[in-house]
């Protein structure tokens, strides 16, 4: 079995490669492994929205559809939104999602 | 060189220690947790984790990431003493570790009432991970709960033990639900919420006695009318007390916790305190927020300070709960407002903003996530006015865009 990995990019072009167990959330993953620029300060709970990334563009479809929730909190994210904007703790790593690549806004908070 | 040494590894503790990292520090730090357990996260404790969630989902990083942030983690360690003279913890096993700066962040523990019986098993508090298990063990093994106190902790559990299927029963003393947080209006909402699901919540109601049953553990609750509510387990929830116990014994000031400056300084400039522990002297009083954002806040503040880093500005306070299948969340400082209003969300929910001569300082919001990050923002940058609110079609996402380029343009 493949255990996903997941490359975070940071705003500055740096990538850190975090593995995670299937079943983690890409927040739970980039804070575990103490990646900066992902804070997810309410834990996962979709309170907060500090947990913002861009998702590569060609992968995008690959994820689950956002809740409204989801929807509504990235109109009021600290960076800009974008089209491939997502709340990564709601994406869910799995086999099927290894190396996706995740760039982290300027700025969270 | 001797270490920053941070007493507690909660969540200011935990925070602060990767911070200094993060902000620069390259010196040794020593993180002491009170607890055998690597740093965790504590909201999860009455909702998911107490729903039968998975332990290995609570660490804040793995235990290795402390050893490669260079941090130093020491758990189940108990300070007992602070020798400022020689600049030294001193620790219950009786080592003595000196530090350059020593930060208390201690927490808060659970305020227990001066009531008959609330030693007996089968009556909880809730604030570590040992007493969820605990909790969770006892809710296992009854079908009646009583929770009392209808605040925060209460109600979170008392919405999880209904999930797992219990009777139960929330005494409150006060006329409303979580009295020193809402307004009337959520409160109310929040109430019938909260019976809608099934918990049969008692207001304007204080307990006498916990009452033992014949194999010593608990049975009831017996009311100041008389009446004894039947119970297999008990739930105190209402509200916590610093822990300032080390402080205080080393003359410290402390006053509803430990007080420092905006610096997070004790009146020794080497020992400072953060988070549910502390008590910050401001221009406008004493300042105590007991939350993950406020904890989380002074860690990386304060460690900026250590560090010479960048000032981190104080961020808008906030706060969130989950409970009855409802999220609230409150930002700012409502209770500061002169003038209230009252707003739907736009896929439902309820936001009630409040404004002090005429400009936004606060808003509490039920399942309107949207309008809580929106006054977030705007308490960040520009914050409106109460005429910004008077068109009942203004989007606040409108509003958030223009305070925004309001600061751009003025900072």
């Given amino acids: ?109 | 060189m001797d270490p920053i040494v941070v007493v507690g590894a909660g969540h200011a503790g935990a925070q602060l220690a990767v911070s200094l990292r993060e902000s620069g520090y390259d010196g040794p730090v020593l993180l002491l947790g009170g607890e055998g357990e690597v740093p965790y996260q504590r909201p999860p404790l009455s909702k998911a984790y107490l729903h039968g969630g998975n332990a290995s989902e609570l660490p804040f990083r793995p235990a290795e990431a402390y050893a490669a942030l260079g941090v130093d983690l020491e758990t189940g360690v108990d300070v007992t003493a602070l020798d400022q003279e020689a600049a030294a913890v001193v620790l219950a096993d009786g080592r003595r570790l000196r530090y350059s700066t020593v930060v208390l962040a201690t927490g808060a523990e659970a305020a227990v009432p001066p009531l008959p019986g609330t030693a007996l098993p089968g009556v909880h508090t809730l604030v570590t991970r040992a007493d969820a298990d605990a909790l969770s063990a006892d809710l296992a093994a009854t079908d009646r709960l009583v929770v009392i106190g209808g605040g925060v902790v209460g109600l979170e559990v008392a919405t999880t033990a209904r999930k797992r299927g219990l009777d139960v029963v929330v005494i409150e003393a006060t006329d409303r639900l979580m009295g020193r947080m809402l307004g009337a209006d959520l409160s109310r909402v929040l109430l019938d919420r909260h019976r809608a699901g099934g918990v049969d919540i008692r207001l304007d109601l204080q307990a006498a006695e916990i009452v033992a049953g014949a194999d010593g553990r608990v049975a009831g609750v017996r009311l100041v009318d008389g009446v004894v509510l039947p119970a297999g387990a008990v739930l105190i929830g209402i509200g916590a007390r610093p822990r300032v116990e080390v402080a205080a014994a080393a003359g410290l000031a402390v006053d509803g916790g430990v007080l420092v400056d905006q610096e997070f300084r004790t009146a020794d400039p080497r020992v400072r305190a953060i988070g549910d522990c502390a008590a910050v002297v401001g221009p406008d009083g004493v300042q105590r927020y007991r939350s993950v954002q406020n904890a989380t806040d002074q860690a990386r503040r304060l460690a900026a300070l250590l560090t010479g880093a960048l000032p981190v500005p104080a961020a808008v306070p906030w706060f969130w709960s989950e409970q009855a299948g409802c999220r609230i969340q409150i930002a700012g400082d409502l209770a500061s407002a002169d003038r209230y209003l009252v707003r739907a969300g736009r896929r439902g929910g309820t936001t009630v903003f409040g404004f002090r001569d005429g400009v936004l300082v606060g808003a509490e919001s039920v399942d309107d996530a949207a309008s809580h990050l929106a006054v977030r923002t705007l308490l960040a940058h520009v914050p409106p006015t109460f005429d910004d609110f008077l068109d009942p079609d203004v989007d606040l996402r409108d509003l958030v865009a223009r305070s925004r380029s309001a600061t751009s343009l003025s900072g």
């Fill in chain 1, 1 to 109: 079995m493949t255990v996903p990995t997941v490359e975070f990019v940071s705003d500055g072009g740096t990538v850190t490669a975090v593995t995670a167990a299937p079943g983690t959330t890409a927040m739970r993953a980039a804070t575990g492994a103490g990646v900066q620029g992902i804070v997810g300060e309410c834990g996962g709970q979709m309170m907060c929205s500090t947990c913002h990334v861009y998702v590569q563009p060609d992968r995008l479809e690959e994820l689950p559809e956002m809740e409204p929730d989801e929807d509504e909190m990235l109109d009021l994210t600290a960076a800009p939104r974008r089209p491939e904007s997502r709340l990564s703790c709601q994406i869910v790593l799995d086999e099927q999602l290894d190396g996706l690549r995740l760039t982290m806004p300027s700025h969270q908070v």
